[in-house]
């Protein structure tokens, strides 16, 4: 008899385990469901984070090639411009000394040309 009403009690006991076991269990699948898209969601955006990241980077990349190249471009400008105006000034002297040579030679010659024209006279008529 004591057999009896244990039977029941013991069976009672092992369905209220078996529930308890089923709602351990069930939290468990929803919490390894929530954790994997958690998973999901972390790898996501670490993924879009180097995406980012290397998007940033090719950017400032680029930027610094296109300065970097603005300014030698910049600098050669500068450069040939320089080039160009001093061999500009250079042969503008050149040309207003060998005037001035020119000239100065033209005036002394004619001048040194009076002079002996005049010394030649001066000789043929003592003479």
Request: net charge positive; glycine share 0%.
């Amino acid at each position: 008899m004591l057999s009896e009403l244990s039977t029941p009690a013991r069976h009672s006991r092992s369905l209220f385990i078996f529930k308890v076991l089923r709602r351990i269990l069930s939290q468990l699948s929803t919490q390894a469901r929530h954790s994997s898209s958690a998973f999901v969601l972390n790898i996501v955006v670490v993924v879009v984070a180097v995406v980012v990241v290397v998007v940033v980077v090719v950017v400032v990349v680029v930027v610094v090639v296109v300065v970097v190249v603005v300014v030698v471009v910049v600098v050669v400008v500068v450069v040939v411009v320089v080039v160009v105006v001093v061999v500009v000034v250079v042969v503008v002297v050149v040309v207003v000394v060998v005037v001035i040579v020119v000239i100065v030679v033209v005036v002394v010659s004619v001048v040194v040309v009076e002079v002996v024209v005049e010394v030649v006279v001066v000789v043929v008529v003592v003479v």
